[in-house]
Nanobody
Framework: QVQLEESGGGLVQAGGSLRLSCAAS????????MGWFRQAPGKERESVAT????????FYADSVKGRFTISRENTRNMVHLQMNSLKPEDTAAYYC???????????????????WGLGTQVTVSS
């Protein structure tokens, strides 16, 4: 129901920062819960951060709490993930996605996200 395209990934040294952006097209973005996920080779895709359509409610995985910040600009059809103090273990392909349910049905439940971007690679060197 919505098309998503991530950008902003790249190679960064440990301790550095990256800002991921997700551009959305479609009529359902503004009032939809959005999320960022990541997947490293050999591992399952995991939730990184989730944000409600109002931006008032957010969720972060314990592994990124205090370092990552999710935000959205509904008028621009954009969602962002600011990543600070990056660690080598943050290396993964990062995906943005839109959830079809209410906020509490989306947190940590990747099966409820129906539309996904193609991903952007984040590599953190030591």
């Amino acid at each position: 129901q919505v098309q998503l395209e991530e950008s902003g990934g790249g190679l960064v040294q440990a301790g550095g920062s990256l800002r991921l952006s997700c551009a959305a097209s479609g009529r359902t973005f503004s009032r939809s819960t959005m999320g960022w996920f990541r997947q490293a080779p050999g591992k399952e895709r995991e939730s990184v951060a989730t944000i409600s359509w109002t931006g008032e409610m957010t969720f972060y995985a314990d592994s990124v709490k205090g370092r990552f910040t999710i935000s959205r600009e509904n008028t621009r059809n954009m969602v962002h993930l600011q990543m600070n103090s990056l660690k080598p273990e943050d290396t993964a392909a990062y995906y943005c996605a839109v959830c079809g349910g209410i906020y509490y049905e989306c947190v940590s439940r990747k099966e409820n996200f129906g539309s996904w971007g193609l991903g952007t690679q984040v590599t953190v060197s030591s």
